[in-house]
């Protein structure tokens, strides 16, 4: 899992603004990966893409990972909390 994570923050801070402030995590569900992007609220829209375009690429690098290792994971995108 270690391997797409860092391809996926590879991805993702290229795209932000805010580079310092994305953050890729697993957590694990039953049988089920969850792959968490945080990122900050300015981001998002960037992450996301025009009709989701820019997120489903990167779930679609996922999922070629995940058949390959016959795992099942998702991919979340959520704002960062910043205090």
Known sequence: MQKI???VLFVVKDL???KDSVEVSTLESNEDF????RVSKN???KIIG????VINAV???VNLYS????KRI???INEKEEF
Do not use: F, T
């Open 67 to 70: 058949i390959k290792n016959n």
């Open 16 to 18: 932000a603004e805010d």
């Open 74 to 76: 998702l991919v979340e």
């Open 34 to 37: 969850i792959l968490d992007i």
């Open 5 to 7: 994570e860092e391809l």
């Open 43 to 45: 981001d998002i829209a």
């Open 59 to 61: 779930r679609g690098l």
């Open 50 to 53: 025009k009709k989701g375009k």
